[in-house]
């Protein structure tokens, strides 16, 4: 998928390097001693993008996404008023292409995500790592006390502007519209991030990355990732109404089946409603992406981790579009208003 999957909440946590120390003796501090030190990597591989785009030695194609990267920052500052300090002004070069595994995990009779706690974010219900056997690990011991999990990679993060990003090498091997997605989308939790509200932070960077970026494009007369950028977001929009029946559907037939009689009626009705999920998503929902493989409908991941996961980045979708068309389509005063929305409750 195209998702920033756990782009925040996953890497940012090494800026607290100094309470892991002194938290080292914990496997909390432990966890985050190492993503202090795999962040601290990543800032002593950084090289500048300006420099890069003058090298006659850059290749022509890795030039033009860092000049995009670029143009889609100073878009996001001026434009949006999106604040950047020296963010996605440098880039790394990575040498795996896999930046980090984002786990998730959930109960399979209840719709009851597993929740970490760390400081500055808050409790979020995902866990990232830069080790990949821990991860599996730490997946592995979930699964072995009955959870649902669900590992996968995510291309890029945010460090909510207390370290200068960088660009990835992993959020390159992206196609345009989805970098310049990317750049608006990190940017967005520079200007807010509500500690404990990943559904929000992530919902809403989804959305201003989107409509972001097919105004960056606009802006440009791009009108063939502009409308890529449209399309996209549609398909979004759509999933994620149809990850809000599904949720609600999970719901009505837990509430049907009370813990009192029992796990099994429990699993059994969970097991009919993501096999009416499945023949939706085969008949009727995936013809109508236009964006996603003609596979997913039939191959999407199906239980209650997955679940949970997508609806982090996929909840209210269409709310946010309500404030956009009734601030004029004006994305910089839309994102003005939902935070003040926000802020208000």
Known sequence: MRLRWGSVGVVLLAIVGGAAALTAATRTGRYLVRAAWEEGKILRQRRSIAALVADSATDAATRGKLQLVLEARAFAVDSLGLPAGDAFTQYTRLSSDTLVLVLSGAARDTL???????PVVGRVPYKGFFDVAQAQRD??????????????????????????????STTLRADSADVANTVVHELLHNRYYAPGGAVFNESFANF?????????????????????????????????????????SLKSAYAAHPAAEGKADRLAARERVYGWARRQLV?????????????????VRLDNAALLARRIYLTGLADFDVVWEREGRDLKRTIAAVIAERERR
């Open 112 to 118: 009851a995500p597993v929740t970490w706690w760390f």
């Open 208 to 248: 201003v990355g989107a409509r972001g970026a097919a105004a960056f494009f606009r802006s440009r007369g791009d009108t063939v990732n502009a409308a890529r950028s449209d399309r996209r977001w549609e398909d979004e929009k759509r999933l994620g109404a149809f990850w809000t029946r599904v949720e609600d």
């Open 139 to 168: 997946e592995a011991r979930l699964r072995a006390r009955g959870f649902d999990t669900y590992l996968r990679p995510a291309p890029a993060f945010s460090t909510l502007g207390w370290f200068n990003d960088p660009v990835l």
């Open 283 to 299: 008949d009727s929902v995936g013809p109508q992406l236009t964006t996603y493989p003609s596979w997913y409908a039939a191959r």
